[in-house]
């Protein structure tokens, strides 16, 4: 499959995942808004039903996302193939991108219960973000003789010159 299709099969991912996550957002938006919802408690008085009904909408914005990573991880490995392991390395920015999201997400569901430790709460986001960034930085490292032959390669083309009346591009020396 040549890189023009790779191209559009990845775009078609990521509209599609746009479109659900658009869906998911407007549906968690209108429901946090229900006058009936914010006033209803759920598990105790502390978690009103609008907020965990949020937090169920942002856990599958989370899946979708993720689905993409992994959907598009085959795609990011033909498109970027001077990079080996293109397609670990997008899943894990991806998985990066959804622990962030999740952090604001579940924040207002969770900080109600945990007032004497919070720390643990930012200690899990923390630890799996430094994961998934240092296994990115891996896959970086790893592939960085392949990219700097790319970009060096890359910097070496030669760049066709325009005459001054506008005329045909010239080939430099």
Request: proline content about 8%; charged content about 15%.
């Amino acid at each position: 499959m040549g890189k023009k299709e790779l191209f559009w099969e990845l775009a078609t991912k990521a509209v599609k995942t746009l479109v659900a996550l658009f869906t998911l957002f407007a549906i968690g938006y209108f429901v946090e808004r229900l006058p009936f919802a914010q006033a209803l408690p759920f598990i105790s008085a502390k978690l009103p039903v609008s907020v965990f009904l949020n937090a169920v909408v942002s856990l599958l914005a989370v899946v979708v996302f993720i689905r993409f990573g992994v959907e598009a991880s085959p795609c990011a490995d033909g498109l970027m193939d001077f990079m080996p392991g293109a397609g670990k390395f997008s899943r894990s920015v991806v998985k990066i991108l959804a622990l962030l999201f999740s952090y604001f997400a579940f924040k207002p569901a969770v900080a109600p219960f945990i007032t004497d430790y919070e720390w643990a709460y930012e200690a899990l986001f923390l630890g799996f973000t430094l994961f998934y960034l240092v296994r990115a930085g891996l896959h970086l490292y790893a592939a960085s003789e392949n990219i700097s032959k790319f970009l060096v390669e890359a910097l070496r083309q030669p760049v066709p010159a325009t005459k001054p009346s506008g005329g045909p591009p010239v080939e430099r020396p």
